[in-house]
């Protein structure tokens, strides 16, 4: 797969590192605005909505956004060209074999989490207040001690 990331300027090497082939960096240009069409788009943050990125999606492409509530009202009530869709699994359902396939991504280091902040657990409000500045750069890992 061709993968392009979309991301700010701070993020741009730590994209590339990740194994993306072409790095977008939305202070500099708009992903939805450059003409490319994408089999699919995976919002992985909750920054865009279906609607935005819908020009931007081949015939047949599937938006997959992580924020849930917006965009599922979306998914209800489907474009009327119906050659586009947003998916769900809610709530997700992983199978053994989606594990199993995780698990070799990470044995053979083609997977790796990104982890910005790590926070005990008696910080959970914390974790939680930084977390909804949505200035985080993966994941937030609360630790029980």
Not at 46 to 52: A, D, E, V
Request: with cysteine.
């Amino acid at each position: 797969a061709d993968v392009t990331a979309v991301c700010n300027t701070k993020n741009v090497e730590l994209m590339r590192s990740l194994g993306a082939d072409r790095v977008i960096d939305y202070t500099q240009e708009d992903f939805t605005q450059n003409g490319e069409k994408y089999d699919v788009i995976f919002d992985a943050v909750g920054k865009h909505s279906f609607r935005r990125s819908r020009g931007s999606l081949k015939p047949g492409g599937a938006f997959l956004p992580t924020d849930g509530l917006e965009n599922l009202i979306r998914a209800v009530s489907p474009s009327r060209s119906g050659a586009k869709r947003v998916v769900f699994r809610l709530p997700p359902r992983y199978t053994k074999q989606d594990v199993l396939f995780i698990k070799q991504l990470i044995e053979a280091g083609r997977y790796r989490a990104v982890v910005d902040r790590t926070y005990p657990l008696d910080e959970v409000i914390e974790a939680s207040r930084y977390v909804e500045t949505e200035q985080k750069t993966g994941n937030v890992i609360l630790t029980l001690n």
